[in-house]
């Protein structure tokens, strides 16, 4: 069996309250009055059935719902025909005809051997099983229709939602033919492609399956856009080493063209005076640096290889290959940078394993990756461009589950408030935060297999996305057997 990252890196997370606020990072809402001392009643999660078929799957607060739909414990076949493959993972909601929605999802299938491209259509690489749907639902989750919107990728992480209409997906790898065996072991020798792009997904079609390069080719989670600017930001997940955060500058403002061009400059974080900076390392009460940006050169490697061998370039090489560039250049460190979402002139991203003890988590001596905390949450403003820690869990592993746990995917609510999806090994939370450092439950995963009766409690929450009106979340179980769920409830109740 495959080791799968995720599990290879879960292990202890904790949480606190690191109370900021203040400053430029005013994005998010105060916390209700509910959300601070003794819990009331209506804000405990309880069983609450799902609408699809009675069962309980999800843990809420009074007053929600949800319906789950494309559940692959059974085969699911799309109107095209596809075979819907599982790893439900980022995604992206859309207005839709008739008041439905339409979604963009993830599909984060990895590099097994002999992994067909799903479903219809030109695959940008025939031996790459990942990549989108398409689905239109209605706010109460039901399904009018679903296709193939991108095939021939790998490891489709997450991405982000483009003003312009369209969803950009982000392969969290750098695998091709150019390069040695990842860390599940498979071997590349059959990839047709190299992997580790962005491509552009149109809400209403079919993606091009051309792949934005000069975006870089790393280990791609999110992305978020800055309209204001016309600057793309993109988190980096390298789990063995460190990750960085970048903005793509492309030559021409998308916001005028409707699509993301080719043409741009790829740049990387740096702390102005303080080349390097661990910002994966435990940070003060409401540390704020200063920023400025640093270019690569060359975003897009590729690597000498011999067709039908393995190549002489290893994965470790080639995973940090456009990172080093930066660090070269006095870049800053960061663990594992996941989520994003931009919201009035912030960019909010997650790092889940960031906040360690010590000013150097250096991975010399760290079997689970670069980074040994149990999660931050930044927030960049883009106007001042300055960083700010809005959030850290504590180093004590015995809160970790209970309170915030390996923070993943966020988005914010239409008042303001952060959503943030936990990618933990017990229980799995969806937690609101606001910008006071409150921190308080949404929702709680208890999916229960129905082919082996066994608890799925660590099957992790992702794709948190809103539907433009705000009244329904929906959000995805990331697992081989995945699905995606529709809420809807009083948010404004429980402060989201």
Known sequence: MAVERRTVLKGSAAAAVAALAGGPFQGLLAPPASAVGRKPAFRELRAIPDLRDGKVRLHLPEGFSYRSFHDTEFPVTLDDGTRLPGRHDGMGAFVGPHGNVVLVRNHEVTNAPNTAAFGPGTPYDAQAGAGTTTIEVTPFGEVVNAHTSLNGTMFNCSGGVMPWGSWITCEETINGPDVGPDFTGASNVGLLKPHGYIFEVPAGGQSDRQPITSAGRFPHEAVSFDPVDGILYLTEDNFEFPSG????????????????????????????????????????????????????????????????????????????????????RGAALFSRLEGQVYDNNVVY???????????????DDNANGFGRGNGQVWAYHCRSQTLQILYQAPVDPAEANLRFDFPDNITTSARGTLVVCEDSTVDNYIRGLSRGGQLWDIAMNRLVSQLTGLPRFGDEFAGSTFSPDGHTLFVNIQSSRGMTFAIWGPWERIGV
């Open 349 to 363: 991203f997650t790092s889940t394993q960031g906040g360690g003890p010590g000013e150097d988590d250096s991975d």
């Open 245 to 328: 955060f970048y903005r793509y500058r492309p030559a021409t403002n998308p916001m005028k063209t409707g699509k993301l061009d080719n043409d741009g400059h790829l740049q990387m974080l740096a702390i102005k005076g303080q080349p390097n900076l661990h910002l994966e390392a435990r940070q003060r009460l409401r540390a704020t640096y200063q920023v400025e940006w640093v270019d690569i050169d060359e975003p897009n490697p590729t690597f000498p290889y011999t067709p039908g061998q393995v190549a002489p370039t290893s994965n470790d090489a080639a995973l940090v290959a456009v990172g080093d560039q930066g660090r070269a």
